[in-house]
């Protein structure tokens, strides 16, 4: 039976020594991450460093036992999956478990084949809420199609798309550096998928958040390492991270433990993905990052170019994110205009693509909305922002040109060139009598 890269953890409570010891043995030759407990109590204090993704645990036990542990691996870890064993099988008993949130019920004494379809059976459809997880967190997210932000044929962006998809199966750390929104968080969930591991993509901004709250969210009972279990933690604007708390991600770096209150420690199988808009060298040289940390880290490093590296891929982005927006708005708009698109590519985008959807969602906004003085100022504004200073200076002047010359006409005359006599309104007879 094959098992995936990262081997399910399956953590085994019975009170028979034999039973307990001969299963333990059997599924770590199928694969499997296994250890075992004899008694609930002992199961909960084997918790605190070893989190299972499935606990397989008899019924009758002196100490705590197997119904009772179910209740408290429901209140405390409801992600973990409990298959529940007993040698007194009976309906009652088998209705009772599922009640308790029990995910599969297997009859003593054991049938290894059957043990081993009841764990398959258990994986896939942990694996499936996973992936429906994913799909949720991506229906709910701002930017409602991953990715957009990668959208293009350039050369400076096929390198960083072939590299990522070269090292997406490696369980090492990625550092993703580039200028702000060049779409760094959009390439860590790239590099995610392309992995195919079983957990979520966890995300947590550095930069947005307090020191404390940081501690809590990484490390905390709560902790979002422990989230992204079996999956990927983008640490975004790793820069922001404090000293002490960049001291306490090199421990986890080194040991994948986290560390507890109590003084224990708890295991998670974590890919870690950070970005960054800095320098990190230069903020060694600083003494705001640890040079160990920034060894770790930075083993495979993918740099994304900013848009102005890349201003053939201007015109699919701006075309992408106006039919995105039109619609949502429901408008039919196919694209932009010669005109439009020769002001984009004049300008230099200093937010890159986070600047130029920004854009497009307000020009398609306005577009199809002629009667409102309101939107009609905020697309002049837009062109008027994503125009070049050449191009806004040779407008003026060819704008102004035929103004320029009624109000010369109606100035007086340059000294170098001959008076014209003033036309008047009288008739010609006045006219001639005047003469």
Excluded at 4 to 31: K, N, Q, Y
Excluded at 140 to 149: G, L, R, V
Excluded at 160 to 174: I, N, S
């Amino acid at each position: 039976m094959s098992q995936p890269s990262s081997p399910t953890r399956i953590l085994v409570v019975d009170d028979e020594p034999s039973a307990r010891a001969g299963l333990t043995h059997l599924l770590r030759d199928e694969g499997y991450d296994v250890q075992s407990a004899g008694d609930g109590f002992k199961a909960l204090g084997r918790l605190e460093q070893f989190v299972p993704d499935i606990v397989l645990t008899d019924v009758r036990m002196p100490a705590l036992g197997g119904m009772e542990l179910l209740a408290r691996l429901r209140e405390r870890w409801p992600r973990i999956s409990v298959i529940v064993m007993s040698g007194y099988c009976t309906v009652e008993g088998a209705v009772e478990a599922m009640r308790l949130g029990a995910d599969d019920y297997l009859q003593k004494p054991l049938d290894f084949v059957q043990v081993l379809a009841v764990l398959q059976r258990v994986v896939e459809r942990r694996t499936l809420a996973a992936e429906a997880e994913g799909v949720r967190s991506a229906v709910k997210s701002p930017s409602c199609e991953p990715d957009d932000d990668l959208i293009g044929h350039s050369r400076a962006l096929r390198e960083v798309l072939e590299l990522a998809g070269q090292v997406a199966a490696a369980h090492l750390p990625v550092l993703i550096s580039g200028e702000r929104g060049t779409g760094k968080r959009s390439l860590a969930r790239r590099i995610h998928q392309q992995s195919r591991r079983n957990g979520l993509l966890i995300s947590l901004c550095c930069s947005t958040t307090d020191e404390v709250t940081l501690e809590r969210e990484l490390f905390g009972p709560d902790s979002r390492l422990l989230a992204a279990d079996k999956g990927s933690l983008l640490l975004a604007d790793i820069d922001a991270l404090s000293l002490p708390l960049q001291g306490l991600l090199l421990r986890f770096l080194q040991t994948h433990r986290i560390p507890a209150s109590d003084g224990h420690s708890t295991t998670a199988d974590v890919r870690l993905l950070v970005s960054t808009s800095r320098d990190l060298a230069t903020e060694v040289k600083q003494g705001r990052f640890r040079q160990d940390l920034l060894d770790r880290l930075d083993v495979i490093r993918l740099r994304l170019p900013p848009l102005r590296e890349r201003r053939e891929d201007i015109a699919a982005l701006a075309a992408h994110f106006v039919k995105q927006h039109a619609r949502r708005l429901g408008k039919r708009i196919t694209g932009c205009t010669e005109r439009v698109l020769m002001a984009l590519f004049g300008f230099d985008w200093p937010g890159n693509v986070r600047q130029l959807r920004a854009a497009s969602s307000e020009r398609s906004s306005c577009r199809g909305d002629r009667s409102s003085s309101r939107a009609t100022c905020r697309a002049r504004r837009w062109r008027a922002a994503a125009r070049p200073a050449p191009l806004r200076a040779s407008r003026a002047r060819h704008c102004g040109r035929s103004s320029a010359t009624r109000s010369c006409r109606r100035s007086s005359t340059p000294a170098a060139a001959p008076a014209r006599p003033r036309r008047s309104s009288a008739s010609p007879r006045a006219r001639s009598s005047t003469a």
